[in-house]
């Protein structure tokens, strides 16, 4: 038997909320429907898609369902979006990603923006780094985007903010009331580097400076580099808008030389956009 569309969006539901209680949160039904659904998909697909012992982790088999389910989910919400739109009236739910910095420092005037223009609209953000944003646009978790720098824009998309990369360092440190300080002079207290969406364009900056690329520690997660900061374990380098995501013992400082980014709010590449995606954009230009 083909698997029927609620038994998708409740396999994509677990997988993308990582449990069946949050996925039955956001499905609006009971934790035993969650399960009994995904029981029923896997008995028509005639396997197991998540391995209950390892925290409903993705099997292999769940590996290759899972873009299907997407795509044939994304192509419903479009086509549902489509038959809402011609009430004149947007109205749904649309699914937006972007980088953790965007969602701190941009995202929440564009939700504003949004609220006003778009009432019926509910915007759902998932957080993703650098390299995760343009897959999940392109394969169908999320909707619309704001991309980092894409080359070039994609064709009905619009530019919806621009900052900079700057030092972050702690209020008591020496360079903390410079005007700017110089990638030389932060090498001195050892970086550290966030491997989830900086790293690439950090290294851009040394090649700019015409500096060798070192660093202390290198994780994954912003959050983890910002305690390091402001436990004096090193310092960093972020894109303006992480200032947002900084608590008070940490200042961020303009650094030279620096990169500039711009930031651009997309639907996909690879098929129709949702109409939902097309009015969030449409609201902005409309500003």
């Known amino acids: 038997m083909a698997p029927t569309v609620p038994q998708l969006r409740t396999l994509l539901a677990v997988v993308d909320s990582?449990?069946?209680?949050?996925?039955?949160?956001?499905?609006?039904?009971?934790?035993?429907?969650?399960?009994?659904?995904?029981?029923?998909?896997?008995?028509?697909?005639?396997?197991?898609?998540?391995?209950?012992?390892?925290?409903?982790?993705?099997t292999v088999l769940a590996g290759e369902v899972i873009p299907h389910a997407r795509a044939a989910v994304a192509a419903l919400d479009a086509l549902d979006g489509s038959m809402r739109a011609r009430s004149g009236v947007p109205e749904g739910r649309v699914r937006?990603?972007?980088?953790?910095?965007?969602?701190?420092?941009?995202?929440?005037?564009?939700?504003?923006?949004?609220?006003?223009?778009?009432?019926?609209?509910?915007?759902?953000?998932?957080?993703?780094?650098?390299?995760?944003?343009?897959?999940?646009?392109?394969?169908?978790?999320?909707?619309?985007?704001?991309?980092?720098?894409p080359h070039p824009d994609p064709p009905g998309s619009v530019v919806v903010g621009a900052d900079e990369y700057c030092a972050v360092v702690r209020r008591d440190h020496p360079l903390a009331g410079e005007e700017r300080i110089p990638l030389r002079e932060l090498h001195e207290d050892g970086l550290i580097v966030?491997?989830?969406?900086?790293?690439?364009?950090?290294?851009?900056?040394?090649?700019?400076?015409?500096?060798?690329?070192?660093?202390?520690?290198?994780?994954?997660?912003?959050?983890?580099?910002?305690?390091?900061?402001q436990e004096g374990v090193g310092v960093a380098i972020m894109p303006g808008l992480?200032?947002?995501?900084?608590?008070?013992?940490?200042?961020?400082?303009?650094?030279?030389?620096?990169?500039?980014?711009?930031?651009?709010?997309?639907?996909?590449?690879?098929?129709?956009?949702?109409?939902?995606?097309?009015?969030l954009v449409g609201a902005l230009r409309a500003r």
């Not at 039904?29 to 009994?36: C, D, E, H, I, L």
């Not at 953790?100 to 949004?114: I, K, R, S």
């Not at 364009?201 to 959050?223: C, D, N, S, T, Y």
């Open 18 to 58: 990582g449990s069946f209680t949050s996925a039955a949160q956001l499905l609006g039904v009971s934790q035993s429907s969650v399960s009994r659904t995904l029981r029923a998909l896997e008995e028509d697909i005639g396997g197991i898609l998540l391995d209950r012992e390892r925290a409903n982790a993705p």
């Open 194 to 229: 966030n491997t989830g969406g900086c790293e690439n364009e950090v290294r851009r900056i040394h090649a700019k400076a015409g500096m060798p690329f070192e660093m202390r520690q290198r994780v994954r997660e912003l959050a983890t580099l910002i305690v390091m900061v």
């Open 242 to 279: 992480g200032a947002a995501m900084l608590p008070d013992e940490l200042q961020m400082v303009p650094l030279e030389p620096t990169l500039g980014r711009r930031l651009v709010l997309s639907g996909p590449a690879n098929r129709a956009w949702n109409p939902l995606a097309e009015a």
């Open 96 to 149: 937006l990603g972007a980088v953790p910095t965007v969602c701190q420092g941009l995202v929440p005037g564009l939700l504003t923006v949004w609220a006003a223009r778009l009432p019926k609209v509910e915007v759902s953000l998932f957080e993703g780094d650098d390299d995760e944003i343009p897959e999940w646009l392109e394969n169908g978790t999320v909707d619309a985007a704001i991309l980092v720098d």
